[in-house]
């Protein structure tokens, strides 16, 4: 049963089907029920909207719960790249904070 919150981020992308963050927030929010429905919506943010920032950290992050740490690690990078195209440092921080202890944790 999908949650008010659910419902209504459906309402919003009726309403604005090119929305970006509504989307993420969806994706967000789908996690909380299904995390295979919510790494499938992240994936298609990614796939759809490139330049959304935030979707790399959270999919890499759920790449890592999820065993997948060369993707997660690639994903993480592909953020890197956009955040410094972006001039984002803290997103450029974050994601390179998450690199390295990927990688100090399990060198690929």
């Known amino acids: 049963m999908k949650s008010p919150r659910h419902l209504q981020l ?5 309403e604005d089907p090119d929305d970006p963050f509504t989307h993420y ?3 967000l929010e789908m996690l909380k029920d299904d995390v295979q429905e919510g790494l499938s919506k992240m994936e298609w943010l990614l796939e759809h909207h490139p330049g ?8 890499g992050k759920l790449y890592e719960a999820a065993g997948r740490t060369n993707e997660a690690i690639e994903t993480y990078r592909n953020g890197m790249l956009l955040a ?3 001039q984002n440092k803290h ?4 994601l390179k904070g998450a690199v390295d202890e990927l990688e100090e944790n399990d060198p690929v």
Do not use: V
């Open 10 to 14: 459906e309402a919003f992308l009726a």
């Open 25 to 27: 927030a969806l994706a």
């Open 52 to 59: 959304y920032l935030a979707t790399y950290y959270q999919l």
């Open 84 to 86: 410094t195209l972006q």
């Open 91 to 94: 997103a450029f921080g974050e």
